[in-house]
């Protein structure tokens, strides 16, 4: 069953990362990018690293 996401990675990047641009808060929190140290504010990252994942070929 986990080989169909193969097919479909592009847009799973990409819904990832309208997600994490979505959410509300301000620099990460466990709805959009999962656990994290306090304070560390990975949102832009995490975003900035999925677009360009979904960008490569
Ligand atoms: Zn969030």
Known sequence: MSEKI?????????????????????????????????GIGMKQDVNSLLRVLAEEK
Not at 17 to 29: I, K, L, T, W, Y
């Open 6 to 38: 193969f097919d479909r990675w592009d847009e799973l990047l990409r819904r990832a990362a309208d997600h994490v641009s979505a959410c509300r808060c301000a620099s990460g929190c466990p709805v959009c990018i999962g656990a994290q140290e306090a």
